[in-house]
């Protein structure tokens, strides 16, 4: 990786792929062995931010692309276990959640996440070479997290965007915060942050196809903070997508994953709607299986078995379990003892390479899905946020949302937050999610002041013999407009700071 200067503001960045030690070694492992007996490449590329519907609004050309002419099948259950994108991470690339990790391999929000167990490392003991590239802070970076003290891959360049934007702010005068709003302290020459990311995808690929590999690519600028921004940005991954089908005998070899993190979180439509909370909790999610797989395991008759699949249920941990499956194929066909090498099924987790759930009785709660982004339900087209419903059932609502807001504030938060205040007329919607025999499950999104803060939470109200009894909070509040300065007081230090994160105001901010 290297930089050039031309003057005072001419910056240009650039990353090579040298054939390093380790990468010679695995060549010449493959060198001898005919392409149709290597493994099966794995390419992953993705877009923050995106919801399965918003993929369809701002990029229509690239999918019907990927659907019509490549045979994409498109995941309409695919849902979020958490609305982040480090969630997401962890489980489709380390089939876990924030609690496993934290029990397991990364005890503390500044832990390395180098002992823990990314698919990326299953893949490189195969002999496949890795990649994984992702623009901006990083998601292993971000907030104060460890990141990895080791190149986590063959190939990684995340140290390029860590210098370009120290360079790049401090010559454009670009305030240095979460939010870079000047494009310039994302560009990397003549290209933006998102085109550079792609080309070095595509060289990477170019360079490597003839060895089994593993790509992992996520684009994160400007997405993340303007999620309106992608529909300008069709006919570049357009451009990606005609260079992936043009090499045929790549993809003929080679499982394909489009997917996103979570739908947007905090702007007014997308935010503070029935419509946008059930957009974030369903992403984006395209699957795309090789000719060659398909061919060499006719008895899983995966064809069927996918377009099956996009209709179930579907979480980050199977997609996890998808990845280690294909890495254990072949094992498992030679074998006489297969359950020892791998089991296709867990009771929180499925391969989508075998038929997810024939009794259809997947929960959220199975699938390690939290319960305030769940969107299993009995919906009803009731919403109670007409002026006579918002008065006959907020009054008890209020001082719930209230209590529960204030009640994170611990003594550690007390003393730097401000106390939250919740008013009858603050209740902007409450929508019926869920009715059970003695149970009716709302979301109610409302403000809170200091700050104008909105926040939404699932509500269940408890029946007895068909009368209300009582009310409670299920699950945890979710911020859904943007907090900025407003918690600067909050540091980044543990996994509670970046939770409470959305949660406090200042007392600072009063001057």
Known sequence: MFYTKCGEHHMNFEANLPILSNVKEKINHWKDIPKNSQPINVIIFGIDTVSRSHAYRSIPKTLKYMTDKMGFSDFLGYHSIVHSTASAFRGFLMGMTEQMVVANCAPKRSTPYDRCPLIWKDFDLKKYITMYVEDGHQTFNWGGQGGFTKKPTDYYIHSLFSVMEDLRTKYFNVGKSSEITDRKAWCTSTETGPEFVLHYTKRFIEKFQNTPLFSFTWLAYPWHDYFYALAAFDDELLKFIHFLNSMKDLIDNSILVFLSDHGDRSSPFQSETIEGFIEKGLPALFIRLPKRLIEKYPEMNLEEVLKENRRKLIAPLDLHHTFLHLLYLEEMKSSNNTVKIFQPVLHDRTSLL???????????????????????GKFTSSNDSSENNVNSQSLEKIPLVQKGLNDLLTPEYASICSLWSVKMSDVMTSTVMNVGNDTIDYLVQFAANPGN???????????????????????????INRYREQSACVPFLTEQDKFMKQFCYCKSNFG
């Open 354 to 376: 075998v038929r997810v759930d024939e009794t259809n009785t997947r929960s959220c709660e199975q699938l390690r899905i939290t319960p305030e982004v769940c969107l299993c």
């Open 453 to 479: 803060a909105h926040f939404e939470a699932r509500v269940t109200e408890v029946l007895k013999n068909g009368i209300y009894d009582s009310i409670i909070l299920k699950g945890e509040f979710s911020r």
